[in-house]
């Protein structure tokens, strides 16, 4: 009997104590609403010059910033439509493994909700990836106000390390 009663109570220990320890803890707040636009393997004639830490992204909040960054980043794809009343638009311009495309993950506002912390993964990381640089743009639909407010943009683990860098919100 007393055996059956040690069992039972690991047996509910084993569940009760982490849903105890996931109730204690804060929930973790959902990021901003993002979605990818458009993407396309190019990048803006002069990023070499103008990129920091093999990043560049731009903010626009109106259509004629959206056409005149679409321009500077080359894009050729048809143009995503997109509700300017309640969205605005980052072109993130990065480098990628030729073998190994970047795909969108997630994003998160930093603690200070003037950043924007994005996470861009491969398929599959067990395969080997060339060391090559080929170019990367995403662009990206987030809500106005956070593209608004924003002045940074972070890659969590891009290439090894996670660099943060500007925000330059186009304005026509």
């Given amino acids: 009997m007393n055996r059956r009663l040690t069992i039972l109570?690991?047996?509910v220990l084993t569940l009760l104590v982490p849903a105890?320890?996931?109730?204690?803890?804060?929930a973790q707040e959902p990021g901003?609403?993002?979605r990818v636009l458009e993407t396309?393997?190019?990048l803006p004639e002069d990023f070499y010059e103008r990129a920091e830490n093999g990043m560049l992204v731009f903010g626009a909040l109106d259509g004629e910033s959206f056409d005149a960054l679409r321009e500077e980043y080359r894009l050729s794809g048809a143009a995503a439509e997109v509700d300017w009343d309640r969205q605005g638009v980052l072109f993130l311009g990065v480098f990628e493994s030729g073998s190994c495309p970047l795909h969108f993950v997630s994003a998160r506002l930093s603690e200070e909700e003037d950043g924007l912390i994005v996470r861009l993964a491969v398929e599959d990381d067990s395969v080997p990836c060339t060391d090559d640089a080929t170019?990367?743009?995403?662009?990206?639909?987030?809500d106005r106000a956070v593209v608004s407010g924003l002045r940074t943009v972070s890659l969590?683990?891009?290439?090894?390390?996670?660099?943060?860098v500007?925000?330059?919100?186009?304005d026509r």
């Fill in 9 to 11: 109570a690991v047996v």
């Fill in 156 to 164: 969590e683990d891009y290439h090894g390390s996670s660099p943060t």
């Fill in 166 to 170: 500007p925000v330059f919100l186009l």
């Fill in 40 to 42: 396309e393997k190019t």
């Fill in 32 to 34: 901003p609403a993002v």
């Fill in 135 to 142: 170019p990367r743009t995403f662009v990206l639909g987030v």
């Fill in 20 to 26: 105890a320890a996931g109730c204690t803890g804060s």
